[in-house]
């Protein structure tokens, strides 16, 4: 059952910009996919027992350790994000595309010098570059009609008895400069009304939302990794992920009050810029018991952000019947603040089949409820919010690749849980993925796509007894990677 403090809790994680540093942001920089090469994106991901590809340095370090010789790797890559909004039976589909980089990076093999075949230590490697784990770029397009409440009815709520002089300069003072918001003449405390009041009260509305955000999040790796003896293999990777998140809404509402009405229409504008770097630690372990078999364990400490910069400011139109209209905006606001992501646990397993190709699965827990606004005493409040609405989740990827000469073709299936601990939405994403390689004993090309999709309700507002219906949105995102790399020494 769908409790209205979860409701809550989801309008503020998906929609309300003007309340910055919430626990939006830590789902937001938390829940992160790794795209990486056409390979890996092949697979689904399923890689951490396999190795030997760059983007292991962001998933098992350990699989630095397999690389034989140096190496040079870059891949383009094509996002296509689709989202379809049904919002009270009225349904819309919005989509945006976006070139990016998935990988570049080198990867540097030492042969060790051995003294009487004693020394256990076969190679040792150095790697340096940058994966992309997270792509922002999404339109959503949200209209329906509405004849119950108006976002204008939450604005009470907010205002209360406040002197207009206190009302937050992000939204109810806005509405009351552009007459939305009015205090009734005479009473004895400020008391307000509506627009909608003013001539025969609300009727219904056409509600209108437009979202589009942009950015990504791409992690710089430094690696190092060790083979010994061809039966363990180990990697150490430290992360420094760089991100940029810019988010742009409008939400409008249309006046169907007929006849006599005095308010047209209204426009309430959010604009969300962020910007920051962090630090985190990942290694890792990949075991090989026999030729056919092998296995991997991988530890993905917390990223912490110490330096996210926000800046967010909004602005307020209302158009009137009689040809009035009135504009208002806020001031910039800018705050800086700190986000502990939580840790995760990789385990993989592989089976080889001689050169002809492999299974692989990788299974990672991650506990969302170990994410944390900081400083905590000054984040107290969002901090318990994740403590109690968010939960553990299970991933479990699936990949396989088969070899016809030089000639490789791969497939795979992901499942991402939901990272919500109650049952207040879903969450869930699910990816299939197919790809293509070619390799030679001094380059390779590969060709990866991934189709990623999953279902989300999405809340315009909500206040104390007042909220809206649920917009189902379904998300769709496809993948286009092109790899090449070049061995050498």
């Given at each position: 059952?769908?409790?209205?403090?979860?409701?809550?809790?989801?309008?503020?994680?998906?929609?309300?910009?003007?309340?910055a540093?919430?626990e939006?942001?830590?789902l937001?920089?938390?829940?992160?996919?790794?795209?990486?090469?056409a390979?890996y994106?092949?697979?689904?991901g399923?890689?951490?027992?396999?190795?030997?590809?760059?983007?292991?340095?962001s998933?098992?370090?350990?699989?630095?350790?397999?690389?034989?010789?140096?190496?040079f790797?870059?891949?383009?890559?094509?996002?296509i994000?689709k989202?379809t909004?049904t919002y009270?039976?009225?349904?819309?589909?919005d989509?945006?595309s976006?070139?990016?980089?998935g990988?570049?990076?080198?990867?540097l093999?030492?042969?060790?010098?051995?003294k009487l075949?004693q020394?256990?230590?076969?190679n040792f490697?150095?790697?340096?570059?940058?994966?992309?784990?997270?792509?922002?770029?999404n339109?959503?397009?949200?209209?329906g009609?509405?004849?119950?409440?108006?976002?204008?009815?939450t604005?009470l709520?907010?205002?209360?008895?406040?002197n207009?002089?206190n009302?937050?300069?992000?939204?109810?003072?806005?509405a009351?400069d552009?007459y939305?918001?009015?205090?009734?003449i005479g009473?004895?405390?400020?008391?307000?009304v509506n627009a909608?009041?003013?001539?025969g009260g609300?009727?219904?509305?056409i509600?209108r939302?437009?979202?589009e955000?942009?950015?990504?999040?791409?992690?710089?790796?430094?690696?190092?990794?060790?083979?010994?003896?061809?039966v363990?293999?180990?990697?150490?990777?430290?992360?420094f992920p760089?991100?940029k998140y810019?988010?742009?809404?409008?939400?409008?509402?249309?006046?169907l009050?007929?006849p006599?009405?005095d308010?047209d229409?209204?426009?309430y504008?959010?604009e969300?810029?962020?910007?920051?770097t962090g630090?985190?630690?990942k290694?890792?372990?990949?075991?090989?018991?026999?030729?056919?078999?092998r296995v991997?364990?991988a530890?993905h400490?917390?990223?912490?952000y110490?330096?996210l910069?926000d800046n967010?400011k909004t602005s307020m139109?209302?158009?009137?019947?009689?040809?009035d209209?009135?504009?208002?905006?806020?001031p910039?606001?800018?705050?800086?603040?700190d986000?502990?992501?939580?840790w995760?646990?990789?385990?993989?397993?592989?089976?080889?089949?001689?050169n002809k190709g492999?299974?692989s699965?990788?299974?990672?827990f991650?506990?969302y409820?170990?994410?944390?606004?900081?400083?905590n005493?000054?984040y107290?409040?969002?901090?318990?919010?994740?403590?109690?609405n968010?939960?553990?989740?299970?991933t479990?990827?699936?990949g396989t690749?088969?070899?016809?000469?030089?000639?490789?073709i791969?497939?795979g299936y992901?499942?991402?849980?939901?990272?919500?601990?109650?049952d207040?939405?879903?969450?869930m994403i699910?990816?299939?993925?197919?790809?293509?390689?070619?390799?030679?004993?001094?380059?390779?090309?590969?060709?990866?796509?991934?189709?990623?999709?999953?279902?989300?309700?999405?809340y315009l507002?909500?206040?104390?007894?007042i909220?809206t219906?649920?917009?189902?949105?379904?998300?769709?995102?496809?993948?286009?990677?092109?790899?090449?790399g070049?061995?050498f020494?």
């Open positions: 059952m769908k409790k209205i403090g979860l409701i809550t809790l989801l309008v503020y994680l998906f929609a309300n910009l003007a309340y540093q919430n939006e942001d830590a937001r920089y938390s829940n992160v996919h790794l795209l990486g090469t390979r994106m092949g697979l689904s399923a890689y951490g027992a396999i190795g030997a590809d760059f983007s292991t340095l998933s098992n370090p350990a699989g630095i350790g397999l690389y034989r010789r140096s190496e790797s870059i891949t383009p890559l094509l996002h994000a989202t909004s009270n039976n009225e349904r819309h589909d989509n945006k976006n070139f990016g980089l990988n570049l990076g080198f990867i093999t030492f042969e060790t010098k051995k075949d020394n256990p230590i076969r490697q150095f790697g340096v570059g940058i994966n992309r784990i997270k792509d922002f770029s339109r959503i397009n949200i209209k009609i509405n004849k119950v409440n108006s976002l204008l009815d604005y709520i907010y205002a209360g008895n406040m207009p002089e009302l937050d300069v992000f939204d109810t003072r806005l009351f552009t939305l918001l009015d205090t009734i009473a004895s405390v400020p008391t307000y909608y009041s003013y001539i609300f009727n219904g509305a509600q939302k437009t979202i955000t942009s950015g990504s999040i791409y992690e710089w790796a430094l690696s190092g990794g060790m083979n010994f003896n061809d363990l293999y180990f990697g150490l990777t430290l992360g760089r991100l810019y988010q742009e809404s409008v939400y409008s509402e249309f006046n009050t007929e006599n009405k308010l229409q209204f426009n504008a959010e969300l810029k962020t910007t920051g630090f985190n630690v290694t890792g372990v990949i075991v090989r018991p026999a030729d056919w078999l991997g364990l530890y400490s917390p990223t912490w110490n330096d910069h967010w139109k209302a158009m009137y019947t009689n040809g209209i009135f504009t208002s905006k806020s910039t606001g800018e705050f800086f603040y986000i502990e992501t939580p995760k646990i990789i385990a993989s397993a592989a089976i080889i089949v001689s492999f299974i699965a990788d299974y990672e991650t506990d409820r170990n994410s944390s606004v900081k400083p005493f000054t107290s409040d969002i901090n318990e919010i994740i403590k109690n968010f939960g553990p989740t299970n479990l990827r699936l690749e088969w070899n016809a000469g030089p000639y490789q791969r497939g992901a499942n991402y849980g939901s990272p919500f601990h109650l207040v939405n879903d969450g699910q990816s299939v993925s197919a790809g293509l390689g070619y390799r030679t004993k001094t380059y390779y090309i590969d060709l990866g796509v991934a189709y990623s999709f999953g279902n989300m309700d999405y507002y909500n206040a104390d007894y909220r219906n649920p917009v189902d949105n379904r998300y769709e995102t496809i993948n286009f990677g092109f790899t090449y070049y061995r020494n």
